[in-house]
């Protein structure tokens, strides 16, 4: 019998924990399923001494390759066709993320591309109301396919190609080139707010696994998706928290970060730094924990986020502002995340005892919306989104007040699930935090709801499941 080999896209942090962190690579060369992982050049090495085992293979992804090729193949037409697939999915799914992210691109423009926005917002309104239009773009697409894996695909001959996006990053040259061979693709989801975010696929893209029946319904609505070819899968990110297989003992933990047992945990993980600034919830949590005001004497725990490490003056700024702040209160704390390197940046998997650790010792769990108030869910812990305006946002780019993004997808199911509370000012957190400090257990149930809804399995299967999925497609029947 031949060994069918398949060729796995993990271009980012996240891919890395979703595919070699779970059960899913392991369950597909446990079938007998060779696998090509393709990832960042300079990670190889560390991928295979890593991950390295029977029957997987690491080979480099071109990123530079890639980027190349969008450079010099006709830049400005690329540029658009991508942003028009951002920008126009169907208006019958929630796009208030979708408006956000076109307000940013147009504000950010230069002047020569501010001058067409108004003619191509006219193309995203008839994108939104027109799945024929949409379909045009897709197709328009397929004109920009490279030949950067031609010698990968002819040395390997793969079966399928799976991806951790339908093309919405620089697998888009990967999936177009499967696409024009005749290989089947497939992708899968690994963000929590991916489908209602990067609306249409990069490339045709035969099949796609995401985490719930509402991603499902974000693919097939807003994205035109058929049905029959949407999987649900979970999330096998998580499946490490639900097994409690990261967690540090709290000792340990406490005194890596020289955490006061005597004190509550009051957490904090910074987000959508893009659009705006954090510093701002910070200074009042800070200010919060040093006062007499809270209802238990507590302690802050700052996590950075990845893009704090990124060479933008802004965001560089922000994290020295954090650092300094920590270095002056006795109970404001720091967590920087571990950096994978190369072009995968700080999303790292390397990080997941941290991040697990912090999230299952706070008291109460705070942030913007990020993924992680899932997570902290998973955990079981409380959590209130912080959500205080700047008083200068980015001066000289663009700046979305946190107060008005509580109707984003992935927010709005948040606010509306009751797993967690939202605050605004200063004396809405020190209400929700005292609330939670003196009420630990309330909303529990809300929680276990919420993670039941957006995760599909929260038994610690969804690897299990991805890969049942993965391997039927492959035409292979194994019973879980």
Same mark, same amino acid.
């Given at each position: 019998?031949? +060994?069918?080999?398949?060729?796995?896209?993990?271009?980012?942090?996240?891919?890395?924990?979703?595919?070699?962190?779970?059960?899913?690579?392991?369950?597909?060369?446990?079938?007998?399923?060779?696998?090509?992982?393709?990832?960042?050049?300079?990670?190889?090495?560390?991928?295979?001494?890593?991950? @390295?085992?029977?029957?997987?293979?690491?080979?480099?992804?071109?990123?530079?390759?890639?980027?190349?090729?969008?450079?010099?193949?006709?830049?400005?037409?690329?540029?658009?066709?991508?942003?028009?697939?951002?920008?126009?999915?169907?208006?019958?799914?929630?796009?208030?993320?979708?408006?956000? &992210? *076109?307000?940013?691109?147009?504000?950010?423009?230069?002047?020569?591309?501010?001058?067409?926005?108004?003619?191509? !917002?006219?193309?995203?309104?008839?994108?939104?109301?027109?799945?024929?239009?949409?379909?045009?773009?897709? !197709?328009?697409?397929?004109?920009?396919?490279?030949?950067?894996? =031609?010698?990968?695909?002819?040395?390997?001959?793969?079966?399928?190609?799976? =991806?951790?996006?339908?093309?919405?990053?620089? %697998?888009?040259?990967?999936?177009?080139?499967? =696409?024009?061979?005749?290989?089947?693709?497939?992708?899968?989801?690994?963000?929590?707010?991916?489908?209602?975010?990067?609306?249409?696929?990069?490339?045709?893209?035969?099949?796609? +696994?995401?985490?719930? #029946?509402?991603?499902?319904?974000?693919?097939?609505?807003?994205?035109?998706?058929?049905?029959?070819?949407?999987?649900?899968?979970? *999330?096998?990110?998580?499946?490490? &928290?639900?097994?409690?297989?990261?967690?540090?003992?709290?000792?340990?933990?406490?005194?890596?970060?020289?955490?006061?047992? %005597?004190?509550?945990?009051?957490?904090?993980?910074?987000?959508?730094?893009?659009?705006?600034?954090?510093?701002?919830? *910070?200074?009042?949590?800070?200010?919060?924990?040093?006062?007499?005001?809270?209802?238990?004497?507590?302690?802050?725990?700052?996590?950075?986020?990845?893009?704090?490490?990124?060479?933008?003056?802004?965001?560089?700024?922000?994290?020295?502002?954090?650092?300094?702040?920590?270095?002056?209160?006795?109970?404001?704390?720091?967590?920087?995340?571990?950096?994978?390197?190369?072009?995968?940046?700080?999303?790292?998997?390397?990080?997941?005892?941290?991040?697990?650790?912090?999230?299952?010792?706070?008291?109460?769990?705070?942030?913007?919306?990020?993924?992680?108030?899932?997570? =902290?869910?998973?955990? @079981?812990?409380?959590?209130?989104?912080?959500?205080?305006?700047?008083?200068?946002?980015?001066? @000289?780019?663009?700046?979305?007040?946190?107060?008005?993004?509580?109707?984003?997808?992935?927010?709005?199911?948040?606010?509306? /699930?009751?797993?967690?509370?939202?605050?605004?000012?200063?004396?809405?957190?020190?209400?929700?935090?005292?609330?939670?400090?003196?009420?630990?257990?309330?909303?529990? #149930?809300?929680?276990?709801?919420?993670?039941?809804?957006?995760?599909?399995? %929260?038994?610690? /299967?969804?690897?299990?499941?991805?890969?049942?999925?993965?391997?039927?497609?492959?035409?292979?029947?194994?019973?879980?």
């Amino acid at each position: 019998m031949t +060994t069918k080999r398949v060729f796995i896209s993990a271009d980012h942090g996240l891919a890395i924990v979703y595919f070699l962190q779970s059960d899913v690579v392991s369950d597909l060369l446990g079938a007998g399923i060779e696998i090509v992982l393709l990832t960042d050049d300079g990670l190889k090495e560390r991928i295979q001494n890593t991950f @390295g085992q029977n029957g997987l293979v690491i080979e480099g992804l071109r990123l530079k390759q890639a980027r190349a090729y969008f450079r010099d193949e006709n830049q400005h037409a690329q540029w658009w066709l991508d942003f028009l697939r951002r920008a126009g999915a169907s208006n019958k799914i929630n796009l208030e993320a979708v408006d956000s &992210y *076109i307000y940013q691109v147009e504000d950010e423009a230069h002047r020569r591309r501010k001058m067409l926005f108004p003619a191509m !917002k006219s193309v995203v309104g008839v994108m939104r109301r027109s799945r024929s239009a949409r379909q045009t773009v897709l !197709k328009m697409q397929n004109k920009y396919t490279s030949t950067i894996y =031609a010698d990968l695909f002819e040395r390997y001959q793969p079966q399928m190609v799976i =991806a951790s996006t339908p093309g919405w990053r620089w %697998d888009r040259y990967l999936l177009r080139e499967s =696409a024009a061979r005749g290989i089947p693709n497939t992708a899968v989801i690994v963000g929590w707010d991916n489908t209602s975010s990067y609306s249409l696929p990069g490339a045709h893209v035969d099949w796609v +696994t995401c985490w719930s #029946e509402i991603q499902k319904q974000e693919l097939v609505l807003g994205s035109d998706w058929d049905p029959e070819r949407v999987k649900i899968g979970g *999330i096998p990110s998580y499946d490490g &928290y639900f097994r409690k297989k990261w967690l540090m003992p709290k000792k340990d933990y406490y005194r890596l970060h020289r955490l006061d047992p %005597d004190r509550k945990l009051i957490s904090y993980a910074c987000s959508f730094i893009s659009f705006s600034p954090n510093i701002q919830n *910070i200074e009042t949590l800070a200010k919060l924990v040093e006062s007499d005001l809270l209802a238990k004497p507590s302690q802050l725990l700052v996590r950075l986020h990845p893009n704090h490490f990124m060479d933008v003056p802004r965001f560089i700024a922000e994290r020295e502002q954090i650092r300094q702040l920590a270095s002056k209160l006795p109970h404001v704390h720091v967590v920087e995340p571990v950096p994978l390197g190369g072009d995968l940046g700080y999303y790292s998997g390397e990080d997941m005892p941290e991040k697990s650790s912090m999230m299952n010792y706070s008291d109460v769990f705070t942030t913007v919306y990020s993924t992680m108030v899932v997570e =902290a869910a998973a955990h @079981g812990v409380p959590v209130v989104s912080v959500c205080i305006d700047s008083p200068v946002g980015w001066p @000289g780019k663009f700046t979305l007040p946190l107060s008005v993004i509580g109707g984003w997808p992935t927010h709005s199911r948040f606010r509306d /699930s009751g797993a967690g509370r939202v605050a605004l000012d200063e004396n809405q957190l020190l209400q929700s935090l005292n609330y939670y400090l003196e009420n630990p257990k309330v909303d529990r #149930e809300k929680r276990y709801q919420f993670i039941q809804q957006e995760c599909t399995y %929260d038994d610690g /299967s969804a690897g299990h499941h991805t890969s049942m999925n993965l391997l039927a497609l492959l035409g292979i029947d194994r019973d879980q």
